[in-house]
């Protein structure tokens, strides 16, 4: 089981991307599905998830108001609409699965996918 992070790309400072998030072999209607970001030489950080029905959504700070988690369960897919994008957005992005509520915390995912660069110019 593998999830399948896309859409990231270079944009300008300013600028927005919508990155997408699909399961081969698992339905992600069951799992509550969390963003992370990592940049290079920093750790692993939680940016943003929403709970399984959709009804709950978390932000870290640095990222509230100008990121939106999202989910279409019909088609197995879940969002994170980045607009107003900085330079210190620049990391790789990667969508992350459990089937509890959510969580921040990396070790608490169950399922992850492969990454999707995001390179934000100044």
């Known amino acids: 089981v593998q999830l399948q992070a896309s859409g990231g790309g270079l944009v300008q400072a300013g600028g927005s991307l919508r990155l997408s998030c699909t399961a081969s072999?698992?339905?992600?209607?069951?799992?509550?599905i969390a963003w992370f970001r990592q940049a290079p030489g920093k750790e692993r950080e939680g940016i943003s998830c929403?709970?399984?029905?959709?009804?709950?959504?978390y932000y870290r700070d640095s990222v509230e108001g100008r990121f939106t988690i999202s989910r279409d369960n019909a088609n197995n897919t879940a969002y994170l609409q980045m607009n107003s994008l900085k330079p210190e957005d620049t990391a790789v992005y990667y969508c992350?699965?459990?089937?509890?509520?959510?969580?921040?915390?990396?070790?608490?995912?169950?399922?992850w996918g492969q990454g999707t660069l995001v390179t934000v110019s100044s």
């Open positions: 929403i709970s399984i029905n959709g009804g709950s959504t």
């Open positions: 072999r698992l339905t992600l209607a069951y799992y509550a």
């Open positions: 992350a699965a459990r089937p509890v509520g959510c969580s921040g915390n990396s070790e608490r995912m169950n399922y």
